[in-house]
């Protein structure tokens, strides 16, 4: 057989695994998973709640959400015309699907990516949507679970999509402090920002059998270290080999172990009536009211008194963000603080020499510096991985971060790395978890965090160490959601496009303060910092005194919970407020 007619095409399927040809009603009767050789095809969320909840039990979730296209972006199409295509396409209005319902007769929330739509990307809409689900269990006190497939976060939303993984993040640190039991499973393909957030920071994580997980994608990697990939890289076996995931599932068997898990988790569910639905608001709060969280005025506030800076293009931003002579995490160290004494190791087994920690005093105040280390000569960005941490890099991160909570010392985070290191072994060692840890940690952590972007802020990996209670920018830093490389390729496709796409990533400091991503701009010497590091490190200081001295007094569950508030409002907030001037 040749060709085959539009009319067949619906009667019969191809499998992906074996290229048998398959009668779809029997396919389908199979839950889409091929009887011949057992390739599980992908579903659509719609499908996959069918399959997987007790039939009559699922109550949807509202899909409130106005269309949006928050920063105006534009590439070979406008943003808003493939939102038409997917929704057209799918007939759904988001990426992801959300209820309640009953798994074996246990309740649960559920939040079920669909890959069909933007490749079950991550945006602000679907961040809000999965953030309800997860305040929705809390209010119910049932679990949560959490079926993923997302090529990751949402390149067209910058890095609006990029807070999306610190607020599902919190959502699930709320359950977790709550005790409440937080489940994802993972489905083929589960990658970038979703997996390095709320598809491996909850407590149970399933892989279904044929999914692939991880950081980087196969294709990124291939072409960043040259080698072929080892054979099965990624698959479910690979995580479970690797200690990632704790089973792999067989679709048919799905429903049943769920149902099992979620039984554990029943005796959380005391017997009183639900709580009373109000209207979802991003500015809800929970516990002690202790007067007024700073909202997004007093943000708003602070930028408008910084000075404006002069307006460059966004790609001769992210040249100066490069360059060989801007100063260093190490150089600030110097500079800036006094006493610095290095910490090492994440005590698993590394030592990263992409990131740099310890204690430090600033202005005669201890304090806990953590940053990624670039370099200036060929040789000492080698030594140090050009920046890109490993896993024991951000674990590194992570148990200084306790360390400083514990000591009660604040945590001042430099930030300036391409992103996490997209390679082999990383992906062994659990990127995407190591990640997803720190930005959950950080949602929680009692004490004041204070993160400064000093160079380059490059996706996951530059949130592992910015989730803050302040996010300042060095007026010349650019922060993204994905590189004006990495970006143009997917695209326009083509990685001369990169300058287009740094101006529509929005990634310069005047447009991440409009967009409330960062709280304040430090201003630059002369031309730029490498011009006259002396000059930039005493502005540094001043911002950085100026903006952790009011933080010290406050009580640290006050700080967390206006931390969580400072994230919260990336979802439904910015989803209908447009980026404003261009
Ligand atoms: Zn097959």
Known sequence: MTATAPREERLWSRCAGCSSLLYRKRLRRNLDVCPECGAHARLGAPERLRQLVDPGSLCLLPDLLPAT?????VDVLPYPHRLTAARAGTGLPEAVVCGTATIGGHPAALA????????GSLGSAVGELITRTAERALDDRIPLVLVTASGGARMQEGALSLMQMATVSQAIAGLREAGLLTVSVLTDPTYG???????TNTDLVLAESGARMGFAGPRVIRQVTGRELPEGFQTAD???????????????????????????ADHCRPNRPPVPRQEPSPYRERGTGDGPAPAADAVGAAAVAEPQPAVRDAWDTVRIARHPGRPTTLDYLDSVFDGFVELHGDRLGGDCPAVVGGLAKLAGRHVMVIGHQKGHTTAELVARNFGMASPAGHRKALRLMRLAARLGLPVVTLVDTPGADPGVSAEEHGQAAAIAENILTLTMLPTPVLAVITGEGGSGGALALA????????????????????????LWPDRRA???????LRLTAPELCRLGVVDEIVPEPASAAHDDPAETADRLRAALL?????????PPATLVRRRRQRFRRFGAARAGTRAGAR
């Open 69 to 73: 296209d928050p920063i105006d972006f």
């Open 112 to 119: 079920v990516m669909d890959f069909r739509f933007l490749g």
């Open 193 to 199: 920002g979703v997996a390095a957030s709320f598809a």
């Open 238 to 264: 690979f995580l479970l080999r690797h200690g990632q995931v704790d089973m792999v599932v067989q679709r048919r068997s799905l429903r049943g172990r769920l149902s099992a898990l979620l039984a554990a």
């Open 467 to 490: 989730v803050a209670d302040r996010v300042l920018m060095l007026q010349h830093a650019v922060y993204s959601v994905i590189s004006p490389e990495g970006c143009a390729a997917i």
């Open 498 to 504: 990169a300058p287009q796409a740094a101006r529509a």
């Open 546 to 554: 100026a903006n952790l001295l009011p933080l010290l007094d406050v």
